[in-house]
């Protein structure tokens, strides 16, 4: 079948952004396909190159990182909800006049259209919220 | 925003609000998307149930928190021709609540109204 998944918690003070990680590697693993990730309100921090985790304990970040460019998955953060964050790809750091930018690579910004196109395009969506 | 492609049929979304309209940024995420997939021409119903009933309500004092109104984003919902504005019937009694207290007219619907919704939605959203 075919799924997006919508990551709706931060990666560390909900299990949102892990449990989607690990429903990832599932669906995979059983064959099926992922059409997109769509990484909205707090889940866009999914997306900040910037995490250093203590040692023992999960870089989700990264670790959605290395899903995504060894599946080529389409991940997407939204933007309004990755701009408030202070999470900026380089053209956005530009346009906003910032001083860096921590969009970790394999990740894209666009708009919440991106997240109803995924919709008509999936057998399922599944949502992780908190 | 993105164009969708051509193939694609219009989905049927059923987004069910249940957050309370301040406490957290919920309930205007579920607006947010209900107004997208509107503005892309899907087809949209809402149903508020538990603390998302209050989001209904009249006479919000959105300002005083610094934040921006829930209600008057609830009534841009027909503009954008959201099909299908409910709210649970359990939810409107537990916050002993009467519709003519809502920002818009409503259709109140039961439990076992809402599992027919969920059960015929292509899409189901819970936020």
């Not at chain 1, 959605?64 to 460019?69: D, E, G, R, S, Y």
């Not at chain 2, 004092?61 to 919902?77: R, S």
Request: charged residues 15%; proline residues 4%.
């Amino acid at each position: 079948m075919k799924f997006s998944i919508v990551i709706h918690g931060a990666p560390w003070s909900s299990s949102a952004s892990h449990s989607a990680l690990r429903y990832a590697e599932a669906l995979l693993e059983c064959g099926h396909e992922i059409v997109r990730l769509f990484f909205y309100q707090d889940g866009a921090s999914s997306g900040s190159s910037l995490c250093v985790p203590p040692q023992d304990e999960i870089n989700i970040p990264e670790q959605w990182q290395v899903l995504i460019n060894k599946h080529g998955i389409d991940a997407v953060v939204c933007a309004a909800s990755a701009l408030k964050r202070g999470i900026l790809d380089a053209a956005e750091a530009d346009r906003y006049e910032k001083n860096a930018h921590n969009l970790l690579p394999g990740f894209a910004v666009s708009g919440l259209g991106q997240l109803i196109d995924a919709a008509g395009q999936s057998d399922r969506v599944v949502s992780f919220v908190q | 925003m993105p164009a969708m492609s051509q193939s694609q049929s219009p989905c049927s979304y059923l987004i069910i609000a249940r957050s309370s309209p301040y406490g957290s940024q919920q309930a205007r995420a579920a607006l947010d998307i209900a107004l997208t997939a509107a503005a892309f021409e899907q087809s949209v119903s809402i149903v508020f149930m538990d603390a998302g009933v209050l989001q209904l309500l009249k006479n919000q004092q959105a300002d005083a928190a610094g934040m921006k109104n829930i209600g008057k984003v609830i009534t841009a919902l027909e503009l954008y021709e959201v099909n299908s504005i409910m709210v649970h019937q359990e939810a409107v009694d537990k916050y002993d609540l009467d519709p003519s207290q809502f920002v818009q007219s409503v259709d109140v619907v039961t439990s076992e109204e809402i599992k027919t919704l969920i059960a015929g939605a292509d899409q189901v959203m819970v936020l």
